[in-house]
Nanobody, 113 residues
Framework: QVQLVESGGGLVQAGGSLRLSCAASGRTFSSAGILGWFRQAPGKEREFVASIRWSGSVTHYADSVKGRFTISRDNAKNTVYLQMNSLKPEDTAVYYC?????WGQGTLVTVSE
């Protein structure tokens, strides 16, 4: 069965950048699917961050990250990316990759002052 494997999280200072990757193993993403990133900060519910259609390249972003984050995908590599620039302490959270009912394990992003 398909698994989502995430990487790229870490500790970064405010204003810095990170790129998260989410690679699918086992099978390719469905061409009709939607790929998304979500995050969950301490004491808060999981929230939507960004999404992209596997075909068509239509993207959506949460207002809080619009203009700073960019979601993209590489169909040949079965990988979705989240480029995060101008990071703020409030971006600190566990970030999860998602497609349909499938979720990654989460990767921690910590942004210091």
């Amino acid at each position: 069965q398909v698994q989502l494997v995430e990487s790229g999280g870490g500790l970064v200072q405010a204003g810095g950048s990170l790129r998260l990757s989410c690679a699918a193993s086992g099978r390719t993403f469905s061409s009709a699917g939607i790929l998304g990133w979500f995050r969950q900060a301490p004491g808060k519910e999981r929230e939507f961050v960004a999404s992209i259609r596997w075909s068509g390249s239509v993207t959506h972003y949460a207002d809080s990250v619009k203009g700073r984050f960019t979601i993209s995908r590489d169909n040949a590599k079965n990988t979705v990316y989240l480029q995060m620039n101008s990071l703020k302490p409030e971006d600190t959270a566990v970030y999860y990759c998602n497609t349909g009912s499938l979720w990654g394990q989460g990767t921690l992003v910590t942004v210091s002052e």
